[in-house]
């Protein structure tokens, strides 16, 4: 048999993770160095099998943490027709942690559809394949911004804009840091921690949500026309924000502080948060480096960098 494969990679939001739920401008980078990638070859057992991050079994048995993976195997099947196969053994490998904000569910998603597609021969248009993969993440927390689904399978940063998600073409230099607590965030918690702040007292949470809205739409300036060090202060301004809205916890904070004090232009959390990473900015390589160092004696988990505007 044919094995199919599919290749997507881990996200991080530069400014407006939660804010991007209601709509409000947001931009997040794809992480190219940090690959997921999945394999789906048929099997003749009658029923799919899964193997992805501890977990080896029936797909249908595989809990809570693989919904995701259960939906994106089912809209990849609805996709296709006629179906030659009844089931498939499904393989997850990922560089990067799962439930830390860098966009993991959407990122096995969109690669268990492509490896699904892949398995038939069928090709689908980006467009396509973004709605798939946005149809599996609602699962995980029902009201996805697109967010995920778009930057986890984009070459360029990805903005949404007056409700639209678009390539974004960056004119800056700079290196992104991200580091991870080590903590698993769940985004539905997360999500749904501030959906109840806002039913609670709308006007303001609503106000805290169009503020990360305007640095967001700031953020997209300052990436085109190179302004990083103004970037810094937008990420620093959307981080107190976000902690406002009681998205963030201690051990980011002093994450974020960390990269700070070792000369960082801006630091914030990333994602949905309630733990998993920070994603903080240097000028340049020299700079990320100590603020890597640094993270790292601060007891972060994991810490990668990234050139802003690297394409793979
Ligand atoms: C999660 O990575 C980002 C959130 O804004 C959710 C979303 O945009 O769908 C918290």
Redesign the pocket.
């Known amino acids: 048999f044919h094995s199919g494969y599919g290749e997507t990679w881990a996200k991080a939001?530069l400014i407006?993770?939660?804010s991007?739920?209601y709509g409000y401008p947001a931009v997040a980078l794809p992480l190219h160095s940090l690959k997921m990638k999945a394999w789906a070859t048929p099997n003749l057992s009658g029923r799919h099998e899964l193997r992805a991050l501890g977990f080896s079994g029936p797909l249908e048995e595989s809990g809570e943490r693989f919904a995701g993976i259960r939906r994106a195997v089912a809209v990849a099947e609805e996709f296709v027709s006629p179906r030659r196969w009844s089931a498939f053994t499904l393989v997850t490998e990922a560089d990067f942690p799962a439930e830390r904000?860098l966009?993991s569910s959407a990122a096995a998603a969109g690669a268990v559809i492509r490896a699904v597609l892949d398995a038939y021969g069928i090709s689908a248009t980006p467009q396509e394949l973004f709605e798939l993969t946005n149809r599996a993440e609602m699962v995980t927390?029902g009201h996805?911004?697109?967010?995920?689904s778009a930057t986890t399978c984009s070459r360029n940063a990805v903005m949404l804009s007056a409700g639209r998600i678009s390539q974004l073409s960056i004119q800056s230099s700079g290196v992104v840091i991200i580091a991870d607590s080590g903590i698993c965030g769940s985004?539905r918690e997360?999500?749904g921690s501030v959906r109840s702040q806002y039913e609670q007292n709308k006007p303001r949470v609503d106000a805290i949500l169009a503020e990360l809205g305007t640095l967001g739409s700031q953020s997209v300036n300052d990436l085109q026309r190179g302004a990083i060090e103004d970037l810094g202060i937008h990420m620093n301004a959307a981080h107190i924000l976000l902690a406002q809205l009681k998205v963030s916890d201690p051990t980011l904070n002093r994450l974020v502080s960390a990269a700070r004090e070792a000369g960082a232009l801006g630091a914030k959390m990333t994602?949905?948060g309630l733990g998993g990473c920070i994603v903080s900015l240097a000028a340049d390589q020299n700079q990320a480096d100590m603020i890597v160092r640094r993270l790292r004696q601060a007891g972060a988990r994991g810490v990668w960098s990234h050139r802003i505007g690297a394409v793979a």
């Open positions: 939001i407006g993770e939660h991007a739920v904000g966009g927390h996805p911004s697109g967010l995920d985004t997360a999500v994602g949905g």
